[in-house]
């Protein structure tokens, strides 16, 4: 799941597995004989919802990365390669420079 709420809703029997959420919210639901195995599903993310007779099995913690739905990997590579114009002056000089007064003097 990347971003659902799930609103007034009944989960009997079921069984999460391998479920990886970030932004997903339970709001007044109602779980009854549910499993959780392996999933991220942790207390906060049940609001007003009643657990009857559910089992929790792993639950993974940790830091999930969030990517908005604007932020492409389009701007990934265009901030890259900003960075690498911003080098290039500067590896410009220095070229010229060892040229000019040598690599040894370069080095001290």
Known sequence: FKSVTFEDSLFKNCVFEDITSLNTYFRNCTFMNTTFYNTDLEQYKFVDSELINCTFFHIRTGC???FDDDYSAYWIYFVNFLGTLAVLPGNIVSAL?????GRLTMLG
């Open 64 to 66: 999930q990365i969030s």
């Open 97 to 101: 420079l060892m040229d000019r007064i």
